[in-house]
């Protein structure tokens, strides 16, 4: 089925400088978004993309649905952007098997001072 | 603004007690609701949706329920509580038609 292979699994950054998190999609998606748990385990929204890129302060994404790809790309990072990250896509079949994302496993992102 | 209220925050229930869960969203007309679980140390699995009042459909089987009693309400229950209910229950919604969703702040479950 439809799956979503998401990387680094873990990311180590100190403070100020930034990288990018990406997914990869076995199929075509319609669309991806991007959230981030919480201290409690619930998601916020970071991002929700059906093509192009967006950019919210130090946090900029991009969705190739024809490549098959997205980037969440993190600079100047600071300390309380640690938490994990999930990138969560809308599958081929999303209408009929329910409107169900396809998450990603997370990245564990650790910021240093 | 649309908001969506999750309730109880945590609850410890006794295998075999009865359990209801409640999510309510407000400011948003025929939303698409659902219900998402997350075993500790396991992956979100979505549970049920809803398009619309009245209709839900299951999509794992966990000996849960839900409802769609009202257009802006999700219910999520069971008569017996099993050991394995125990996780993090998120609520969720989006527009029709789109799948920008929104998730609640989630009840953590403990059964014991």
Redo the contacts between chains.
């Keep these: 089925g439809d799956q979503v292979e998401q990387s680094p699994s873990a990311l180590s950054l100190h403070e100020g400088t930034g990288s990018a998190l990406r997914c990869n999609f076995t199929t075509t998606m319609r669309a991806v978004q991007w959230f981030r748990k919480n201290s409690r385990g619930s998601l916020i929204n970071l991002f929700y993309l059906a093509s192009g890129t967006k950019e919210n302060g130090r946090l900029k994404s991009a969705f190739d649905s024809k490549e098959r790809y997205s980037t969440l790309h993190i600079r100047d990072a600071q300390l309380e952007d640690s938490g994990t990250y999930f990138c969560a896509a809308e599958g081929r079949n999303y209408g009929s098997s329910g409107n169900k994302l396809i998450f990603g496993i997370g990245t564990l992102l650790s910021v240093k001072p | 603004a649309q908001t969506i209220h999750q309730w109880p925050v945590a609850e410890i229930k006794a295998v075999g007690s009865p359990l209801s869960l409640g999510c309510t969203i407000k400011g948003k007309s025929s939303p ?1 609701l ?1 219900w998402y679980w ?1 075993a500790t140390g396991g ?2 699995q ?1 549970l049920f ?1 809803s ?1 619309t009042v009245g209709q839900v ?1 299951s ?1 794992v089987q966990l000996n849960l329920s839900a409802s769609r009693p009202k257009d802006d309400q999700f219910i999520l229950s069971t008569e017996k509580l099993l050991l394995s209910h125990s996780g ?1 229950y ?1 609520c969720a919604w ?1 527009p029709q038609g789109d ?8 009840t ?1 479950l403990l059964v014991i």
């Design positions: 698409n659902y997350q992956t979100l979505q949706y398009i459909e999509v993090f998120l989006s799948s920008d969703y929104t998730f609640g702040s989630g953590r």
